[in-house]
Nanobody, 133 residues
Framework: QVQLVESGGGLVQAGGSLRLSCAAS????????MGWFRQAPGKEREFVAA????????YYADSVKGRFTISRDNVKNTLYLQMNSVKPEDTAVYYC??????????????????????????WGQGTQVTVSS
């Protein structure tokens, strides 16, 4: 089992940058695929990015591709989301999530499965990101 705690949210101007962190407890962090999701007011939670347990695979939503970077440090048991060139539509509560490692087939052939919430077993409480225009 793993517990997740997000941090780094806040208020940022459009065009600025922010880095979110997700600290994981437990010794098995390095065995989980990890993801970031977000939920804007009045909207359903949506996928943002995912990273493979070994950090040799990443996958992004089209809306953040080229602006956001997901990374992880398996020694520090921490997941990151570097957010650059942020836009007002990035305003949301951001959640990190952990799921069982997916196969190479999923990562290379059907990565869209990583967008699905039920592929993740553990969730953090979320951190608010607000982008002002």
């Amino acid at each position: 089992q793993v517990q997740l705690v997000e941090s780094g949210g806040g208020l940022v101007q459009a065009g600025g940058s922010l880095r979110l962190s997700c600290a994981a407890s437990g010794r098995t962090f390095s065995s989980y695929d990890m993801g970031w999701f977000r939920q804007a007011p009045g909207k359903e939670r949506e996928f943002v990015a995912a990273i493979r347990w070994s950090a040799d695979g990443t996958y992004y939503a089209d809306s953040v591709k080229g602006r956001f970077t997901i990374s992880r440090d398996n020694v520090k048991n921490t997941l990151y989301l570097q957010m650059n060139s942020v836009k007002p539509e990035d305003t949301a509560v951001y959640y990190c999530a952990a799921g069982s490692a997916h196969t190479t087939y999923v990562w290379t052939i059907v990565p869209e499965r990583l967008k699905t919430e039920h592929e993740y077993d553990y969730w953090g409480q979320g951190t608010q990101v607000t982008v002002s225009s």
